[in-house]
């Protein structure tokens, strides 16, 4: 009896399964193919400032698969700490900044301002570092759309000044910093501050390297930044930039929100490829915009 009923029942187990591999050889029909919905997302190119090998704070692009503000954000400060989970994205020569462990309590934006809450990890940061990791924070983020400064609190204290240099911080913090500063100053009259984009490249890659100068002069800033692309940067040798000495900045037109550039037609006398004609753009276009706050720079012929 108990052998018939074991019987019976692998006799239909057998049965069913055979029927389910069965329905799986049969092709699903064009009405089934069509309710089928798949879901993915799509990494976007998004601009963050790491440290390059030369330790300066470099532009380069990663990929960030959020949607919205706050979660660019939390991504991009995921990129930005030593030893993270995204190690992968980040090119081999460049380096996260913000100390190892540190977490976020919190993140909130209010109008154009990220208020971002770190952990005391926060405050390991080696000395020499902390106005980089200023830098790298505030010109990754003000890359966000929509955002224009960040307000950073640390185990719940506003941040007010670096940990190791004890230097006042502003409340807010914008560009107004600057990036991988130089001074040239002799009083503080007259201070003009610009911020150049030089061209850099490693491993046959080209990324961007600003610079921001403070000095005393009365110059215009549209004709320092160009007269400083058709300089060698005194900073460091391996800064490119391709603007050569014959180089004229004929006419210029700033309205409300972009510039109009007019050069010679010498802007590219020399240029070897079309890419380099690109890379020449893209740097006076990041400048302006950084210096004169515009969102347009167009090229007038």
């Not at 193919?33 to 400032?49: D, G, L, W």
């Not at 609190?153 to 502003?170: A, F, H, I, Q, R």
């Not at 409340?171 to 100053?185: A, E, H, Q, S």
């Amino acid at each position: 009896m108990i052998k018939n009923c074991v019987k019976r029942k692998l006799i239909i187990t057998t049965f069913a399964l055979l029927i389910f591999l069965i329905t799986l050889t049969f092709p699903r029909t064009e009405e089934e193919i069509k309710n089928v919905t798949i879901t993915y997302t799509e990494a976007k190119p998004s601009p963050i400032y790491l440290l390059n090998n030369e330790e300066f704070v470099s532009r380069t692009d990663v990929s960030i698969k959020s949607e919205t503000t706050i979660d660019q954000a939390k991504e991009i400060l995921e990129i930005l700490t030593i030893d993270n989970a995204k190690s992968a994205y980040i090119p081999n020569f460049f380096s996260p900044i913000l100390p190892k462990n540190t977490k976020i309590i919190s993140i909130d934006i209010q109008d154009t301002t990220l208020k971002i809450n770190f952990s005391k990890e926060f405050f390991s940061i080696p000395k020499g570092y902390e106005e980089k990791a200023l830098e790298c924070l505030v010109y990754s983020l003000t890359e966000l759309d929509g955002i224009d400064g960040i307000i950073l609190y640390v185990d719940g204290s506003m941040l007010e000044t670096l940990p190791n240099s004890n230097k006042k911080l502003p409340p807010l913090l914008t560009r107004d910093i600057g990036i991988n500063k130089v001074y040239d100053l002799s009083g503080l009259k007259n201070v003009t501050k610009t911020t150049t984009y030089y061209i850099a490249k490693e491993e046959d890659t080209s990324y961007y390297i600003p610079v921001t100068l403070l000095e005393n002069t009365e110059k215009d800033k549209v004709e320092i930044i160009i007269e400083r692309l058709k300089t060698n940067p005194s900073i460091q040798t391996n800064l490119i930039s391709y603007l050569t000495a014959n180089t004229e900045l004929t006419n210029y037109e700033i309205l409300e929100s972009e510039i109009k550039l007019s050069f010679s037609p010498l802007l590219y006398e020399g240029l070897a490829s079309q890419d380099i004609e690109e890379e020449v753009k893209y740097s006076i276009s990041l400048s302006m915009q950084d210096t004169l706050n515009v969102e347009n720079v167009t090229f007038v012929e």
